[in-house]
């Protein structure tokens, strides 16, 4: 393979066309100019110049090394530029949340691409453990969490809290217990827990593992609240979930007297160096959810 510094001091020479000029824009010696094309001749075996004391013309494989090698120089100087840059607004970014997170965060992060057309985001909704292992299979850039992770390659950081509430019909406000089991649960693949952290801490009534008589579920979180604005149920979802609902007037939010929040985790993969596109929507989402 044709060393790559050879071919360099040969097609600046054919551009110059002297040695010493040559010598000067490459910051080498003559000499070094000179044992760079001898080094060429000899691996091509043949010669590439016909000298004539101080000038030279090319050989027909001079003119050919000069003509493909010109190609060659480009196309290696557009990759150092390409692998050597990091612009901070363009580029595919793929980001990862539960679906409360992404209801606030997702129309932010839109924002910024909107205003960085080049900046491509990549949003996938995922519950917490399926979040854990995209990080740590390098499918995605970054990661939101409402729990710690287990797996040692991914890194995690607290960012903000998110609040849990208490979701009824707008007929139903302040309700008591009897009043909850009545209207029964609308549940959500982090029903259970959350109305256990919740209810736990406000209803002395509530006993560790008990469960509710389910009204209804619902896996799509932008979908949870329209039970219960029907009547049909209550519900416990972070803050973030209720405030995307459209129907404000149909549901009530209950302040209850002891508030309960879930830590929220950025994740990253512990040994990926993040590139400058990733630190852009790094900083948007803090700011947005801080």
Not at 23 to 39: I, W
Not at 44 to 70: C, M, N, S, V, W
Not at 87 to 92: C, K
Not at 222 to 249: C, D, Q, W
Request: aromatic content about 8%; proline content about 6%.
């Amino acid at each position: 393979m044709i060393n790559p510094l050879w071919l360099r001091s040969f097609c600046t020479l054919v551009d110059v066309s002297h040695f010493t000029r040559t010598a000067e824009q490459l910051n080498m010696t003559q000499s070094g100019v000179s044992q760079h094309v001898r080094k060429l001749e000899e691996q091509l075996g043949q010669p590439l110049l016909i000298r004539h004391g101080k000038q030279f013309t090319l050989t027909d494989a001079g003119e050919r090394l000069y003509q493909e090698g010109r190609i060659v120089l480009s196309g290696l100087a557009e990759l150092e530029k390409h692998v050597g840059d990091d612009p901070a607004f363009e580029g595919l970014v793929r980001v990862v949340s539960p679906g409360s997170v992404g209801l606030k965060l997702y129309q932010q992060l839109l924002l910024l691409q909107k205003k960085h057309p080049k900046l491509v985001i990549d949003y996938r909704f995922a519950p917490n453990r399926e979040v854990e292992r995209l990080i740590s299979e390098h499918k995605v850039d970054i990661g939101f969490m409402t729990s710690s992770s287990m797996m040692n390659e991914v890194h995690i950081q607290p960012i903000g809290e998110e609040e849990l509430l208490l979701v009824t019909p707008h007929t139903v406000q302040s309700p008591s217990w009897a009043q909850l089991q009545a209207l029964g649960f609308i549940d959500h693949p982090d029903g259970a827990y959350h109305a256990g952290l919740l209810l736990g801490a406000n209803y002395p009534e509530f006993e560790e593992g008990q469960t509710f008589e389910r009204s209804g579920f619902c896996n799509q979180i932008s979908l949870i609240l329209e039970p219960v604005a029907m009547g049909l149920g209550f519900t416990v979802l972070p803050r973030h979930a209720i405030a995307a609902f459209n129907k404000p007037y149909s549901i009530f939010v209950n302040q209850l007297p002891k508030s309960v929040t879930e830590t929220l985790y950025l994740g990253v993969h512990r040994n990926k160096l993040l590139p400058s596109r990733v630190h852009t929507v790094l900083d948007e989402a803090k700011r947005c959810l801080k």
